[in-house]
């Protein structure tokens, strides 16, 4: 590629200039002959395709029929049928498994409050009877402290 350089020594800054027309020139030859190129090739291979497209056409269709074959012969209303079996029996047993837990859970439950409630009524009992010996107690008391104030204050 040519390159021209246009330099002036006589001022004080040099000025510096470059002429590319000969390099573009030759960018627009070789995009030219690249996209020549380019276009014969996809002629090329667009006569391929019209001349291969009936043998292409067959191998596809060919490969489809197989494959559709492959299928119905695995799907069919047998297999499904048996599918459906093995689901549903397996959804059979899950079901009982969750009820049966479920109960036996809840009869573990059911002793637990039981014993809970059975619990609470015997400490409610002492309570109550914790609760009347201490009025009973608390009465007795004032009861004495009643008796000590009137002689203390009676004596006078």
């Not at 090739?41 to 197989?66: F, H, P, S, W, Y």
């Not at 492959?70 to 009820?99: F, G, P, R």
């Amino acid at each position: 590629m040519a390159t021209k350089k246009v330099a002036n020594k006589n001022t004080k800054k040099a000025d510096t200039k470059f002429d590319f027309s000969d390099s573009i020139k030759a960018i627009k030859g070789t995009a030219k002959t690249v996209n020549k190129e380019v276009k014969e090739v996809a002629e090329e291979v667009v006569e391929d395709i019209r001349e291969n497209g009936e043998q292409l056409r067959e191998a596809a269709v060919t490969t489809m029929k197989n494959a559709y074959n492959k299928v119905s012969e695995t799907v069919n209303v047998e297999n499904i049928t048996k599918a459906t079996k093995t689901v549903n029996e397996y959804t059979l047993k899950t079901a009982e498994e969750l009820v049966d837990g479920a109960i036996s859970n809840g009869e573990k439950w059911q002793n637990v409050a039981t014993k809970v409630v059975k619990g609470s009524l015997k400490l409610a009992a002492k309570q109550q009877e914790i609760v009347f010996d201490t009025l009973e107690t608390v009465k007795g008391q004032l009861t004495k402290s009643a008796l000590r104030f009137k002689k203390l204050f009676s004596n006078n």
